[in-house]
């Protein structure tokens, strides 16, 4: 069986990318489909928001001439930022089927309708509802224990922090020009 082409050279850039398509994702959801997110899906959007810098500073640090123990460091701070975000989506998939108990506060909070007679600064300045922790917007299959959003996060983040781990423990694949030897 052949190895993946991942190393721990490229695995920074495909963090990234990775990265910026799970947020990019989530903010679609979010502005296009309209589902806010919940206190917990804030919780595990940090996790992308800390590892596409981290990624970021392994990528100019490799260009810089970084050695191939820090990036395996990297590789490795990598795998476990997104096995943290295994952890919190985990617990949210969890809370959501009624099997962890979640955090104090994480209800929503019913503020009324937004009249169409007061001004748009008038409604701004009141409370808005933040959606529930504990209630699924949908699911895969559409069923009571299916995949929801945060079950899907938990496998994604799972999945990255396999390859993050993978490889750091894999030597560069090839040089990156004709006249750059190979780092072991």
């Known amino acids: 069986m052949n190895r993946l082409p991942l190393d721990r050279v490229r695995w920074p850039l495909v963090a990234l990318l990775a990265s910026a398509a799970t947020l990019g994702f989530a903010y679609y959801l979010e502005i296009v489909h309209n589902q ?3 206190q917990m899906c804030w919780w595990q959007r940090y ?5 596409a810098p981290t990624a970021l500073v392994a990528i ?12 395996m460091a990297f590789s490795v701070l990598l795998g476990l930022i997104f096995l943290t975000g295994f952890g919190i989506a985990s617990w949210h998939a969890l809370f959501e089927w009624d099997i962890a108990p979640g955090p104090v506060g994480c209800t929503a909070i019913n503020v009324g309708a937004l009249s169409e007679n007061e001004s748009l600064f008038y409604q701004l300045s009141k409370p808005q509802a933040i959606p529930s922790c504990k209630e699924a917007l949908w699911r895969l299959p559409d069923a009571k224990w299916g995949l929801s959003m945060a079950g899907l996060n938990a496998v994604w983040s ?5 390859l993050s781990l993978y490889s750091a423990n894999q030597p560069p694949t090839h040089a990156d020009t004709a006249n750059e030897p190979v780092q072991p």
Not at 47 to 51: C, D, N
């Open 47 to 51: 996790v992308y928001f800390t590892a």
């Open 158 to 162: 799972l999945i990255l922090a396999a």
């Open 36 to 38: 806010a997110p919940c």
């Open 60 to 71: 100019v640090l490799k260009w810089r001439g970084a050695g191939p123990r820090l990036m």
